[in-house]
């Protein structure tokens, strides 16, 4: 072989290899699915995106739904969203969806939105589909002290002018809240509101509580009205119970003062025995004495005195059985 040939060898050998390396290299899953799609991306940026440690699938579908959806969104454009950490797909989808429903929605807002932690997809069907929203159970008192509870619906539909600016869905519910519970309390009667539940839907619409919110208020129903306890009778019940329990702690007390006393004169009178007993057993000595000394002259004498008290205990005691007849 001459040089020539040699070297045409040498070359075909380089540029198999060459192609070896890229068929080897090429992401071929992406590569053939856009092939078979209609949608052409070249191999190198294939391996581009592949070195690059790019999500090159999720790229290559996103390009090739928006080039059969007909979208101006280039494969670089889908590359820079990727690498910024968005979800080309959803916005792909999400726009595609405006697309249909005739929404003026761009590019940048749709990658606005999905940088923001948001589901593309899921906020153009809420711009398309208006979201209901209930709020928890409303509790106000009227001015006839009525307690009344109210469960209010709200329907809300997003703006896309103010998505990314506006209040959320928990402060719109917030300010119903609060325009519900100012209405109760300028109400009069409580049978008003019960007769008339749609004052109170009225009364969120004039309180503008969508102002400034990325959703539009399109109706707000009182889905439940019931009447909660009267707060009259309320405090009129816990009042007498008050006055309850204080009289009868006052009696309580009472009952304890007269316990008190009863101990104190049972102690006394035990006190006043014992000095009788003590006394008592005095009564003998001072009769040993006596005679003694001659003040009783012998034992008949003492006798007598035993006797006499004696009679005089009897004599006591049937003046007590005749003032208290039934006394045994």
């Known amino acids: 072989m001459n040089s020539g ?8 050998g380089i540029i198999f290899i060459f192609f070896l390396v890229i ?12 092939i078979f799609s209609g949608v052409y991306v070249s191999a190198f940026k294939l391996i581009s995106m592949k070195l690059r440690k ?3 699938v999720e790229i290559v579908k996103a390009y090739i739904l928006s080039k059969k959806s007909r979208l101006k969104i280039s494969l670089y454009q889908l590359e820079l969203i990727s690498a910024g950490g968005g979800h080309p797909m959803n916005i792909v989808e999400g726009l595609n969806a405006a697309k249909s429903a005739k929404l003026n929605i761009d590019l940048d ?41 109210v469960k209010i619906s709200l329907t809300l539909k997003t703006k896309v002018d103010n998505f990314l600016s506006g209040v959320n869905v928990d402060t719109i519910s917030a300010r119903a809240v609060e325009a519900v519970v100012t209405k109760i309390a300028n109400s009069e009667r409580a049978s008003s509101l019960l007769s008339r539940p749609q004052v109170l839907d009225k009364a969120i619409f ?23 306890v009267n707060k009259a009778l309320l405090a009129e019940k816990e009042q007498i119970e008050k006055q309850r329990i204080i009289s009868a702690n006052q009696l309580e007390n009472r009952r304890l003062m007269a316990v008190a006393v009863e101990q104190e004169m049972k102690a ?26 001659g003040k009783i002259k012998d034992v008949i004498d003492y006798y007598k005195l035993e006797n006499l008290q004696a009679d005089t205990e009897m004599r006591r005691k049937l003046l007590e059985k005749k003032d208290n007849p039934n006394r045994r």
């Open 206 to 228: 004039d309180a503008s509580i969508d102002d400034d919110s990325k959703y539009e208020l399109v109706s707000a129903d009182v889905i439940h009205i019931d009447l909660g």
């Open 54 to 56: 790019q999500e090159y």
């Open 5 to 12: 040939e040699i070297a045409a060898v040498v070359l075909a």
């Open 268 to 293: 006394k009178s035990e006190e006043m025995r014992a000095k009788t007993i003590a006394n008592e057993a005095e009564v003998p000595k001072a009769i040993i004495k006596a005679i003694e000394e």
């Open 23 to 34: 068929f080897i290299m090429m992401p071929k899953k992406a590569y053939f699915m856009a």
């Open 109 to 149: 807002f749709a990658k606005a939105v999905d940088i923001a932690g948001m589901n593309f997809l899921e906020v153009v069907k809420e711009c398309v589909n208006p979201k209901v929203v209930e709020v928890p159970l409303i509790t106000g008192v009227t001015q006839d002290n009525q307690e009344i509870n």
